[in-house]
């Protein structure tokens, strides 16, 4: 079982990486957030920043792939269950000011590439949230094949979406990948 400290720390790292990126985010300032004394970073994390961040990403890959699978479950359709997270995420930005993306995108544009601990992270994240949308076109009548295409396509366009949103400070381009997508999506007559 985790514990309380622990979970503080890496429920804090978690949404420092959404709103600043790995690289901004300090350990100083994550144990300050995280009301956590000073010696518990490296009794819970060891490997440092890194193994405190990867275990932040798949905090959040986790909350992320719930909500995907409640979306899944209770649409009528992937298409619709993918507008709804599109919408989710338009609230989300207004909620927020734009001041919180994707922890997963954000790291893996900040640091995956000279931290292969993040780059596992980000890569495990990525290829489950394709899997589950992969499922569930397959559940749907589409081939494998296809299922995966077009799951990559879901996820590159949420992930790609979020970060021209956060950019522009816009729902725009959430709103009009929607749309898009639910279209590309709908199942067959």
Not at 181 to 188: G, N, Q, W, Y
Request: glycine share 8%; hydrophobic share 45%; charged share 25%.
């Amino acid at each position: 079982m985790a514990s309380d400290t622990r979970d503080r720390l890496v429920r804090t790292t978690s949404r420092l990486l959404r709103k600043q990126g790995y690289g901004a985010t300090g350990l100083n300032q994550v144990m300050s957030k995280a009301e956590a004394p000073k010696g518990s970073m490296y009794f819970h994390f060891p490997g440092g920043k890194e193994e405190l961040a990867a275990a932040a990403i798949d905090f959040f890959a986790q909350r992320v792939t719930r909500r995907l699978d409640d979306g899944i479950g209770a649409a009528d359709s992937v298409a619709e269950a993918v507008a709804s997270f599109f919408d989710d995420y338009i609230t989300h930005f207004e909620r927020t000011d734009f001041s919180e993306g994707c922890a997963v995108a954000t790291v893996a544009l900040d640091a995956s590439a000279a931290h292969e601990g993040l780059a596992a992270a980000t890569g495990r994240a990525l290829h489950t949230w394709t899997d589950h949308f992969a499922a569930a076109l397959e559940a749907e009548g589409r081939t494998p094949a296809e299922a995966h295409g077009l799951a990559t396509l879901v996820v590159a366009a949420i992930e790609g979406a979020i970060v021209m949103g956060k950019g522009e400070r816009s729902t725009e381009p959430m709103v009009a990948t929607r749309d898009v997508l639910r279209k590309v999506l709908a199942p067959s007559p």
